[in-house]
DNA sequence: AGTGCAGGCCAC
DNA sequence: AAACGTGGCCTGCACT
């Protein structure tokens, strides 16, 4: 179609993601953005609105995922069947999708999350100080990443400062690489590299844990979660991409297992205290870092409460963080709201 | 008609 | 050699 030539794919058709559509239509390319519209919509009606619709069980009335317990390599859940963790939250034709998932009569959804809950595990895990500081002071972590290593003030942190200081650490999490963050924030590796340094000496305890995470990996073959859940590589220390992989996951095992393990913690204890309060409330889904609850009206504020606490306190008392744990929540007539 | 893979894209 | 972690579902296509 007279297109700039991209990348092939490993088939030798030329690549037509999400990012090398978005590049086209930047560069004037309009039946690049039509396809991206295009897309998205019929993702929403294929993926969610007509599959949905078909899952609808003709008993209850409602739909019911199946919760794989054993289905990761980290020890989160999955979800299938339909896969009610993967529903859509971002732009604002998704949420229409979230819309429809509603309360019955006289009850409301309650959406309870964990705030940060993987940059706080880091934090504890790797014993990182600038971290820490910010979550014991309640600072918007982004924001604070931001003013450390751009060395800039607090108040003078501006939105793109913000969004690259968010996109460094999510890539923390999983491993980061100067590609991988270069792609993702449309800037070169060297400036990606000099972002990665930077990161590293305002925040030296993390590079310590990625080095000793893998060297044990290596080593053992397996990392552990903070409450000595096992993880095992096979592909540690080989050569090659595989080996690659292995060690970003060994860095972030630990961290998304702890979360997971903290979580389940937390299900159980909150099952335990709704069976033995006269609380009408019902554990409706997780989705890795969050619980859905069905309240009744009048015991929203106090289910909220409760579970929250829970929530907080779920490592206790095998585990006590030297990072607090942060729970938000919402509720509303529908699921869109609630979050 | 069923199976499997690749590419793509939704969530955390 | 690939290039940021964990998943599941959809379409299109090749194959049996």
Do not use: C
């Amino acid at each position: 179609m007279n297109l700039p030539n991209g990348k092939k794919n490993k088939s030798g058709g030329f690549q037509t993601g999400a990012d090398v559509l978005e590049d086209l239509s930047i560069r004037g390319f309009e039946i690049a953005s039509y396809l991206l519209e295009w897309r998205k919509i019929s993702k929403l009606k294929s993926t969610y609105s007509d599959s949905l619709m078909l899952h609808i069980n003709n008993v209850t009335g409602r739909v019911h995922t199946s919760f794989n317990l054993a289905g990761t390599s980290t020890g989160r859940l999955s979800s299938s069947d339909p896969n009610l963790q993967n529903i859509p939250i971002r732009d604002t034709e998704g949420k229409k999708i979230r819309e429809a998932f509603i309360a019955k009569e006289g009850a409301k959804l309650l959406s309870l999350d964990y705030n940060q809950i993987e940059l706080r595990l880091l934090a504890h895990i790797a014993d990182v100080k600038g971290l820490k500081n910010a979550f014991k002071n309640n600072i918007d972590i982004h924001s604070s990443t931001a003013s450390q290593i751009f060395k800039v003030n607090l108040n003078d942190v501006d939105a793109l400062l913000r969004r690259k200081a968010k996109a460094i650490n999510f890539g923390i999490i999983y491993g980061i690489s100067a590609f991988g963050l270069s792609k993702n924030l449309k800037i070169t590796r060297t400036e990606a590299q000099e972002f990665i340094d930077n990161y590293f000496k305002q925040f030296p305890e993390i590079r310590d844990y990625m080095n000793t995470t893998v060297e044990t990996a290596k080593t053992t073959g397996f990392v552990t979660t903070l409450f000595n859940r096992k993880i095992h590589l096979p592909n540690i220390g080989t050569k090659g991409p595989l080996g690659g992989f292995a060690e970003r996951a060994a860095i972030n095992a630990p961290i998304q297992g702890s979360a997971s393990d903290i979580i389940k913690r937390a299900m159980i204890k909150i099952h335990e205290f709704l069976k033995s309060s006269e609380l009408d409330a019902d554990l409706l889904l997780q989705v890795h870092d969050e619980l859905i609850f069905e309240t009744n009206n009048e015991t929203i504020d106090e289910i909220k409460k409760r579970a929250s606490e829970i929530m907080e306190q779920a490592t206790l008392p095998y585990l006590d963080l030297n990072v607090p744990l942060k729970v938000e929540g919402g509720h509303g007539i529908n699921w869109s709201v609630a979050h």
